[in-house]
């Protein structure tokens, strides 16, 4: 039986026959979005991991993105779980700098600045949120919902072993 309290790897036979009800709270925790969740599940079984991202890479829904951003804690603020090691790029010399930052952001989008942040640094993240600034409401959503793709594939990466 597959259990959340530690990490779970399985290669792709295991992900290709695990019960539907196991391995969906393992890809919710991958993205919180119930039909990428099922779009995963419904492909199987794949001959390989190329498939199982091909099949992974969806465009989100403004509904979803949302969604989804609530599982997200800011960037710079204490991260646990997968954002954790994600976040890692963030050092404590940023934490000021990013507090300011996701303040602004926030009043002007409405909800938290989400970025892949997996192996990059904490000015690298702050010159991207900078950047993102000059988006439109819309725009940034559509962008935060790639961003959350893109951590998903990641995740998924982890979850899956080629």
Known sequence: MLTQDRA????????NTAPSSQL????????????????????????DFAAVQARAE?????????????????????????????QSG????AVEKFRAANAEYEQRFGHVFLVC?????????????RER????????LAVAGRELVEIALL????LVIA
């Open 8 to 15: 779970v790897s399985l290669d792709l036979a295991g992900f």
């Open 58 to 86: 969806i465009v989100l829904e403004p509904r979803e993105i949302r969604r989804a951003m609530a599982a997200h804690p800011r960037i710079g603020e204490k991260a646990t779980g997968a954002s954790k090691t994600e």
């Open 117 to 129: 942040a997996s192996g990059r640094s904490g000015a690298e993240l702050l010159a991207n949120l």
């Open 133 to 140: 600034m000059a988006n439109d409401p819309d725009a940034e």
């Open 155 to 158: 995740r998924l990466g982890k």
């Open 90 to 93: 963030v050092d404590s010399s």
């Open 24 to 47: 969906q709270p393992l890809l919710t925790e991958c993205l919180d979005v119930p039909r990428w969740t099922a779009q995963v599940l419904s492909g199987r079984p794949y001959a």
